[in-house]
């Protein structure tokens, strides 16, 4: 189903050679070294089941210096190479297009420092995202960053996905929070940017390249991070709405009536909520939810909206959120809802929403566009797939509302070339038409190299690519991916 029956792999790429398992042997040890057909064909397959690679060997080095020795050997030997972390993106990116081999960041997940006065975090890139969240909690900060897949994605990972989440709204992007990076380029240079400076305007910021640039321009093995202070005083609630524009003027309203304490704004449409109701896993979490009443039978209303604030004040906070609600509900901006009033009652509601991805994979197929379109145009994309589909697929919609990130899910019994046909390219018209994106967040990866075109200029696109060439001029690393492969191999 992948890209992958569409390019060819490169045939100037070497295969593995014994003398290959003997080097990575000697530099790595029998341990590093994974063969074992059980784990390869685990991080051959990406988190859809979509994406599978033939790859016939992993890597797990412990240290900068082992990527470095394995990077410099790939490349001497035109190897090519995909990094992995957790394995949980969602364009086909951290699997082997063919039989690249893998190699896994997870065995570098060491804490080095965390500065208590300034917050500054620094860590190897494999360090999963929710062991960082709770070591924070526990010294008295938050990350910066927080997204549904925390308990398998890494650190490294999501720099390199430039992930956003359910916090960039109150924290934004990491391109702010990371203050420094090491990564170890194609040819085995350790580059060390691993600054812990809020500000260092010596030259070009070149760790900006590596946010974001999904292993194809180095691995990243260690990071720096700004994580802020945990404030005392949490709130969740989840509203429903009676149609889309009510919950555009219900963002209006967070931002100026929460102000500085609003920290995230997340929206659901019903076919998203249905999806709940289908699922038994979900009724287990709304069990959490009784005492303060389901406020959310099955299709009774068309949106929902998640909002949290995060604040120092407990009484000040409550206050806050208090009068908007009653401004909302004054102007009709609401129809129902619930203010979380412990802990467990809002991970209840966050587990609602960072549970949509797992519940639409378990319902069939589903093509997922993640895609940036300004806010009051938005639906109009989800209404208009909707009638062009019919009844042949489920359109459900979700997304950060409050970063304007819409996540237009379509699930079908299972995959379809007919039903790919009805949504592409007109997904990547509309949104390009509507000067878009169509990756806010996830990447490019395998599924989407080819359509960068649809958000960024040809002059830009060959700029990329001359980056690319610059620092991996052989290509080695993650082939196929972010940008159209035809630029590396035509003249
Ligand atoms: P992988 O999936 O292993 O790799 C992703 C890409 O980064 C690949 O191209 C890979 O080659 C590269 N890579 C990985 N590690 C390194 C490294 N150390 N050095 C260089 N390159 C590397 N994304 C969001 O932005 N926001 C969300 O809210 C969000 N929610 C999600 C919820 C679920 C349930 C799932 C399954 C995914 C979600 N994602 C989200 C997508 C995904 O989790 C993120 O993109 C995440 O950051 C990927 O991290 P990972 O460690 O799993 O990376
Ligand atoms: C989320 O916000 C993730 O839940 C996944 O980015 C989005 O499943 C998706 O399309
Ligand atoms: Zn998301």
């Known amino acids: ?74 490349n ?11 394995n949980t993106g969602l364009v086909g990116g951290s699997v082997p297009a063919f039989d690249e081999v893998i190699v896994s960041i997870s065995h570098m997940n060491k804490i080095i420092s ?83 400076l809020r500000k260092d305007n010596t030259g070009y ?27 005392s005083s949490v709130n969740v609630c989840f509203l429903a709405c009676k149609d889309y524009a009510s919950c555009l003027k219900l963002l209006l309203e967070a931002k100026r009536k929460l102000g500085e304490i609003l920290s995230a704004f997340e929206f659901l449409d019903h076919g998203a909520m249905d999806l709940h109701y289908l699922l038994c896993y979900v009724e287990q979490v709304l069990k959490h939810l009784e005492g303060v009443r389901n406020p959310f039978p099955s299709s009774m209303h068309n949106f929902y909206v998640l909002i949290e604030t995060t604040g120092s004040s407990e009484s000040y906070d409550r206050e806050k959120l208090d ?34 991805p797992e519940a639409l994979m378990k319902a069939g197929g589903v093509y997922k566009y993640d895609l940036s379109i300004p806010v009051e145009k938005m639906y109009d994309l989800v209404e208009e797939m909707g009638v062009r589909l019919g009844a042949s697929a489920k359109v459900v919609a979700y997304g950060h509302l409050g970063d304007g990130n819409l ?7 299972q995959y379809d070339d007919n039903i790919l046909s009805q949504i592409e390219p007109f997904v990547y018209e509309w949104t390009s038409k509507h000067k878009g994106s169509i ?3 996830h990447g490019l990866g395998l599924m ?29 690393l993650n082939p196929y991916k972010v940008l159209p492969p035809s630029l590396f191999t035509e003249s």
């Open 407 to 413: 996540h237009l899910n379509i699930s079908t019994p």
């Open 439 to 441: 990756s806010a967040e």
């Open 205 to 231: 910021d070149l760790k900006h390249l590596f946010i974001g640039s999904e292993g194809s321009l180095g691995i990243v093995t260690k990071v720096s991070i700004l994580t802020p202070p945990k404030l």
């Open 1 to 74: 189903a992948s890209q992958a029956s569409i390019i060819q792999r490169r045939p100037d790429f070497s295969t593995i050679s014994s003398e290959d398992l003997s080097y990575f042997k000697n530099i790595l040890g029998e341990r590093g070294v994974v063969q074992d057909e059980e784990t390869l064909d685990a991080v051959n397959t990406d988190w859809m089941r979509k994406y599978k690679g033939t790859s016939k060997l992993m890597l797990q080095p412990r240290t900068a210096e082992e990527v470095s020795q394995i990077l410099k050997y790939c």
């Open 323 to 356: 009068a908007f609600l009653l401004h909302s509900m004054e102007n009709d901006l609401i129809s129902d809802g619930v203010v979380a009033q412990d802990i467990t009652q809002a991970s209840s509601c966050w587990h609602i929403r960072e549970g949509i």
């Open 114 to 196: 965390l500065d208590k006065v300034s917050g500054i975090l620094v860590c190897e890139a494999g360090c999963i995202l929710e062991n960082l969240i709770a070591f924070l909690d526990n010294q008295g900060f938050v990350m910066p960053l927080d997204l549904g897949a925390k308990g398998s994605c890494q650190i490294g990972g999501n720099v390199s996905t430039n992930a956003g989440g359910l916090r960039l709204l109150r924290y934004g992007s990491l391109h702010g929070s990371v203050l420094g990076l090491e990564v170890v380029l194609a040819n085995g240079t350790v580059l060390d940017m691993l600054g812990t």
């Open 448 to 476: 989407k190299a080819n359509k960068i075109h649809y958000t960024k200029s040809p002059e830009t696109v060959q700029l990329m690519a001359n980056i690319k060439k610059l620092l991996d001029p052989n290509g080695i």
């Open 76 to 86: 001497s030997r035109c190897l090519a190479v995909v990094p992995q972390g957790g």
